[in-house]
């Protein structure tokens, strides 16, 4: 520990006396500051030294800092007032990570609201040429259910077993292996996944593009995030539930299924709807082994398909007004799925939780 | 494998208990196959990238490490990874240098600084970020950052030109330092969630010792609260690193891509791996897709190693991996 015994006497740095009784700012200094900051730096606009909106904030926020270190050094010394500086600095970094998300939640409510109509979630981008003001994300939407629908179904079946595999049998170096290779594959990059899908079942095995392709990327980007959440709620079942049933004579894989299982329910919902709703949004793997398709296509196993995030990036390559607006729909749509498949499991976590019961 | 395990959870007299039945055999015997599945995968994702992407290398003309062209349709085909792994690190690292000391801000306000009871909400809002898709990033990115970048990058070469990085000699926003700030945003929520979770498990005795000292709340979080969570901040900053090397469609949106090796971030130039795959895919013919294909292999591995060594500062502060999703 660095940190000194500081008899009361003996200030470290600075000049103001330190004791019980040293000298603090008033509450009001901190607002004042900043209130005379502000001003300076409309003043300073007014006289046409700062443009925009931008450089206003960053020379108010500056003076600020300035003015409330120089206050707080003089009247409480440098220690308060390396103090207040960091303070300032830690409140600024949160407010600094808030700014983009509340841009880009505005920007695409904004530019997508008008999208937000009962035309453009029931059209295709069939025969749409570029300079139409028409279309819709039918087939997207289509496509995006199908493709995680698929998805969920082979990486739910198979992540559980494992989670089973390791909460429940788990020990010895195949467990062990099996964790670690967990964790690295929650490492994969998107695009890599692609890769291999493109690679195995289109380049090797000579498979065509198909919304199923897409599918065996997701899974292979869901599966990690399964097996994780699914261990550590099947981790949260008190033994003495196994136990009790384990007495009365049933078998283990009954006591899983009739025990285990029922109880972590709940979380292991909770799991596996982020997970859809993570892998909902990916879009490089699907570039890659779904290629994009502007008609309406059910069938996930023949032909190309869109999808969402894929119609979003291929309708901002166009690079046309009218195709500007149709990726904001999109991108709006893409986000409330996203959001209600969060908000859903947040539910779900919140009121089934094996605490609350 | 009735090996019983005593550091689990689950006390060994359960596992040592004979599973004789036919049910059980059966339910055993499948999970362990979705395991040994779950092996295979990987395995199979290592063995198809190097089969096809080693193929494509024996194809190539230059030196698939140092060339910095990527024409792998050209006669004989050129292509190699010397420019595009430069880009991909160089974002990587302006993501890095932009997003840890914010996200380590976000960790102690929302740990440290923010009343308990709105810390939780805060937290939610910040895993928010982590929800946006990458794609909605890249839309962002280049409908409304990049043009409000324009004079940022005007003022930093007019002021700052002397220095290399910041030369600039092409107009244009859709840069490295561009890239490098969208990556930033979208790590920004990783780096800040593990290292708010390490920050919460500073031991109380040692907060409450150095404020009783008379250490100010900054002077408390230096002595006691840094110095325990370093190792914990610095695998969340290899998870976010591992997260932007691998990053696509933000990049491929957002950077007007030029396959060179430069340090000039203020440029319209550079490219990284994964959005040279999203940029050059599409009139890819075969032979060129196992190029990029080998390629992505390279990626892989690096993203590996840099996973690989967060999980071991991870691991050997257990309590952490709680949080490393």
């Known amino acids: 520990m660095s940190v000194a015994p500081a008899p009361p006497k003996a200030p470290p740095h600075g000049s103001a006396p330190f004791g019980l009784h040293h000298r603090r700012l008033p509450r009001w200094a901190v607002p004042a500051v900043v209130v005379a900051a502000v001003a300076v730096a409309v003043a300073l606009r007014g006289t046409g030294l700062l443009s925009g909106t931008a450089q206003l904030v960053l020379v108010a926020a500056l003076l600020s800092a300035v003015g409330v270190v120089t206050v707080s050094a003089t009247v409480e010394g440098g220690r308060h007032a390396r103090n207040r500086l960091a303070t300032a600095l830690v409140g600024t970094a949160f407010l600094l990570a808030l700014l983009p998300l509340l841009s880009v939640l505005w920007e695409v409510v904004a530019n997508g609201i008008e999208k937000m109509t009962p035309y453009f979630f029931t059209r295709s981008m069939l025969n749409v040429g570029p300079l139409d003001d028409a279309g819709g994300l039918y087939h997207a939407m289509v496509g995006t259910l199908e493709q995680v629908g698929l998805a969920t179904l082979i990486a739910v079946p198979i992540g559980l077993l494992t989670a089973i595999y390791l909460a429940e049998y788990g020990g010895g170096p195949l467990a062990r292996a099996v964790t670690f290779f967990v964790d690295v594959m929650t490492g994969i990059p998107s695009i890599v996944a692609g890769l291999f899908v493109l690679s195995a079942w289109i380049l090797t095995l000579g498979m065509n593009f198909s919304g199923f392709a897409g599918a065996l990327a997701l899974t292979i980007l869901m599966l990690p995030i399964v097996v994780r959440s699914a261990e550590e709620m099947l981790r949260l079942v008190p033994n003495a539930l196994r136990e009790a049933s384990l007495a009365l004579g049933v078998p283990r894989w009954r006591t899983i299924l009739k025990v285990v299982l029922p109880t972590s329910f709940a979380g292991i919902i909770t799991g596996v709807m982020l997970a859809v709703a993570r892998v909902a949004g990916e879009t490089a793997p699907l570039l890659l082994v779904v290629f994009g398709f502007d008609a309406i296509n059910f069938n996930p196993f023949q032909g190309e398909q869109s999808a969402l995030p894929l119609m979003i990036y291929q309708e901002n390559a166009k690079g046309l007004e009218f195709s500007f607006e149709r990726a904001w729909g999109t991108a709006l749509a893409l986000i409330l799925l996203i959001m209600a498949l969060n908000l859903g499991a947040r539910i779900i976590a919140y009121f089934y939780a094996p605490k609350n019961r | ?325």
């Not at chain 2, 004979?18 to 015997?29: M, Q």
């Not at chain 2, 062209?69 to 595009?84: E, V």
């Not at chain 2, 292999?297 to 709680?322: D, P």
């Open chain 2, 1 to 325: 494998m009735s090996r019983a395990r005593p550091d689990t959870k689950t006390t060994s007299p359960l596992r040592s208990g004979s599973s004789t039945g036919a049910g059980d055999r059966v339910f055993r015997g499948l999970s362990r196959g979705a395991g040994i599945a779950l092996l295979g995968i990987m395995a199979a994702i290592a063995a198809f990238l190097l089969i096809r992407g080693l193929s494509a290398i024996q194809g190539d003309s230059a030196n698939f490490l140092t060339e910095q062209r990527w024409a792998p349709k050209d006669d004989p085909p050129t292509f190699g990874i010397a420019a595009i792994a430069f880009g991909t690190v160089l974002s990587s690292l302006i993501a890095m240098a932009l997003a840890v000391p914010v996200a380590v801000g976000v960790a102690l306000f929302i740990s440290h600084y923010a009343p308990r009871r709105i810390a939780i909400p805060l937290g939610y809002v910040i895993d928010l970020l982590a929800a946006v898709p990458s794609v909605v990033y890249g839309l962002w990115g280049i409908r409304f950052l990049v043009p409000r970048l324009e004079p940022l990058h005007q003022w930093l070469g007019a002021h700052l030109g002397f220095i290399p990085l910041f030369e600039k000699s092409a107009a244009g926003s859709r840069t490295m330092l561009t890239a490098g700030v969208v990556l930033a945003i979208m790590i920004l929520p990783i780096i800040a969630a593990v290292s708010r979770e390490v920050f919460l498990q500073v031991p109380r005795d040692h907060e409450e010792a150095a404020l009783a000292l008379g250490a100010t709340r900054w002077e408390m979080i230096r002595a006691a609260v840094l110095p325990f969570g370093r190792p914990g901040v610095i695998s969340a900053a290899m998870l976010g690193l591992g997260r932007a090397l691998g990053e696509t469609v933000a990049v491929a949106m957002v950077l007007s891509p030029r396959n060179v090796i430069s340090l000039h971030i203020l440029n319209p130039e550079g490219n990284t791996i994964a959005a040279n795959i999203a940029n050059s895919f599409g009139e890819a013919d075969d032979f060129a897709r196992d190029a990029l294909i080998a390629s992505g292999l390279v990626l892989f591995v690096i993203t590996l190693i840099v996973n690989a060594s967060a999980r071991l500062i991870v691991a050997r502060r257990r309590e952490f991996a709680g949080a490393a999703i």
